[in-house]
């Protein structure tokens, strides 16, 4: 299975994203942003960074690329699409997920391994979680705080579209501590925190086990390879 | 050659003519920055103005207020900071031109769900 991940000028985890599609037992295939040819890949990834220095809102003008384009016309067609942070929101600008992204509640940048809730276990990147699951990924962002009016947010809780909670504490201010969302197909997952830094024993975050050897992240991928040969 | 500078650097095997330098100060002195035509002053322009929402918080103003209460400016009771975008024109705005700029605030210039854009004007 041949899944993409799109580098934006600014792009900073986009080999971390294909490295964990290698150990999930997926093929990762480099796209370029510029590019609106996706390289008949099964599904897309798009990663973390700082595309286009966030210049004008975080994720606009990434939103643009014909790349991104592109996903938006497969997205509605059923391809399934990671976004993480950076990627998170880029799909938010690009109207595949609703609402928007702020400057973190207490202004800080925020870097901590994050523990998160699995609320919806249905869509194509989390089917291999189970319900109400606790896991524990890391988290790095500026402008992580989720908002949306109050209409949109009755939506998305109505129709099961959050995905992941924060738990024990809410780092960035988002409203009902959304994490990610899903779109109503299931197929679109944004989410702030970074399942692609969780997917190697001594790589990731601290378990009761072990050090360093949380890997819940790899799930993402391995959910995503699952769907693709079951559909 | 046992003196002055001319020495010092060829010593370290760059032939240098001293006067060179003083032509290079000269060179310096002489050029003034020219403000280019399509900065500032006549070229055709349409202004966007946009501001982060009102309910929402605005942390470069609450930033920028807390200074200026430090300051001494006790009146000024809040500050707010959103976006001037100026788009250059190379001929004269024409009322499709206007209608698209403002189709682009709403669309890609500003972002509806955190905010606003308060003003989109031809600038005269």
Same mark, same amino acid.
């Given at each position: 299975?041949?899944?993409?991940?799109?580098?934006?000028?600014?792009?900073?985890?986009?080999?971390?994203?294909?490295?964990?599609? =290698?150990?999930?037992?997926?093929?990762?295939?480099?796209?370029?942003?510029?590019?609106?040819?996706?390289?008949?890949?099964?599904?897309?990834?798009?990663?973390?960074?700082?595309?286009?220095?966030?210049?004008?809102?975080?994720?606009?003008?990434?939103?643009?690329? #014909?790349?991104?384009?592109?996903?938006?016309?497969?997205?509605?067609?059923?391809? #399934?699409?990671?976004?993480?942070?950076?990627?998170?929101?880029?799909?938010?600008?690009?109207?595949?997920?609703?609402?928007?992204?702020?400057?973190?509640?207490?202004?800080?940048?925020?870097?901590?391994?994050?523990?998160?809730?699995?609320?919806?276990?249905?869509?194509?990147?989390?089917?291999?979680?189970?319900?109400?699951?606790?896991?524990?990924? #890391?988290?790095?962002?500026?402008?992580?705080?989720?908002?949306?009016?109050?209409?949109?947010?009755? %939506?998305?809780?109505?129709?099961? =579209?959050?995905?992941?909670?924060?738990?024990?504490?809410?780092?960035?201010?988002?409203?009902?501590?959304?994490?990610?969302?899903?779109?109503?197909?299931?197929?679109?997952?944004?989410? %702030?925190?970074?399942?692609?830094?969780?997917?190697?024993?001594?790589?990731?975050?601290?378990?009761?086990?072990? %050090?360093?050897?949380?890997?819940?992240?790899?799930?993402?991928?391995?959910?995503?390879?699952?769907?693709?040969?079951?559909? | 050659?046992?003196?002055?500078?001319?020495?010092?650097?060829?010593?370290?095997?760059?032939?240098?003519?001293?006067?060179?330098?003083?032509?290079?100060?000269?060179?310096?002195?002489?050029?003034?920055?020219?403000?280019?035509?399509?900065?500032?002053?006549?070229?055709?322009?349409?202004?966007?103005?946009?501001?982060?929402?009102?309910?929402?918080?605005?942390?470069?103003?609450?930033?920028?207020?807390?200074?200026?209460?430090?300051?001494?400016?006790?009146?000024?009771?809040?500050?707010?900071?959103?976006?001037?975008?100026?788009?250059?024109?190379?001929?004269?705005?024409?009322?499709?031109?206007?209608?698209?700029?403002?189709?682009?605030?709403?669309?890609?210039?500003?972002?509806?769900?955190?905010?606003?854009?308060?003003?989109?004007?031809?600038?005269?």
């Amino acid at each position: 299975m041949k899944i993409g991940v799109i580098t934006y000028p600014g792009t900073l985890d986009d080999r971390d994203a294909q490295r964990a599609i =290698r150990l999930a037992g997926g093929t990762p295939v480099p796209l370029w942003h510029a590019d609106s040819n996706l390289k008949k890949v099964d599904a897309v990834v798009l990663p973390g960074g700082f595309s286009y220095g966030d210049y004008l809102r975080c994720g606009a003008i990434a939103a643009q690329a #014909p790349a991104t384009q592109e996903v938006v016309k497969l997205a509605a067609q059923g391809l #399934p699409v990671l976004g993480i942070c950076n990627g998170f929101q880029v799909l938010v600008e690009a109207h595949l997920l609703p609402g928007g992204l702020i400057r973190n509640e207490k202004q800080h940048f925020i870097c901590r391994d994050q523990k998160l809730r699995v609320e919806n276990n249905q869509t194509a990147w989390t089917n291999l979680f189970e319900k109400d699951q606790e896991i524990t990924i #890391p988290l790095k962002n500026g402008e992580g705080g989720y908002i949306a009016s109050k209409e949109t947010l009755k %939506m998305l809780e109505a129709e099961n =579209r959050v995905v992941f909670r924060y738990l024990d504490l809410n780092p960035n201010g988002s409203m009902n501590d959304i994490a990610g969302l899903t779109n109503e197909r299931g197929n679109v997952l944004g989410l %702030m925190p970074h399942p692609e830094h969780a997917v190697e024993p001594g790589f990731g975050p601290d378990t009761d086990i072990a %050090m360093r050897s949380g890997t819940d992240g790899l799930k993402f991928f391995e959910s995503v390879l699952k769907a693709l040969v079951s559909a | 050659m046992e003196c002055g500078k001319v020495n010092e650097i060829s010593r370290c095997g760059i032939p240098i003519n001293l006067g060179v330098f003083a032509v290079l100060r000269e060179n310096l002195s002489i050029p003034k920055l020219v403000r280019p035509a399509n900065r500032r002053g006549t070229v055709p322009k349409i202004i966007v103005e946009i501001m982060p929402k009102q309910d929402l918080l605005d942390p470069q103003g609450k930033a920028v207020s807390n200074a200026l209460h430090r300051a001494g400016n006790k009146n000024i009771s809040n500050v707010r900071i959103g976006k001037r975008i100026e788009l250059h024109f190379e001929n004269e705005i024409t009322d499709a031109d206007l209608e698209n700029a403002k189709a682009l605030a709403q669309s890609f210039l500003s972002n509806d769900v955190i905010e606003d854009v308060v003003n989109v004007f031809k600038e005269v």
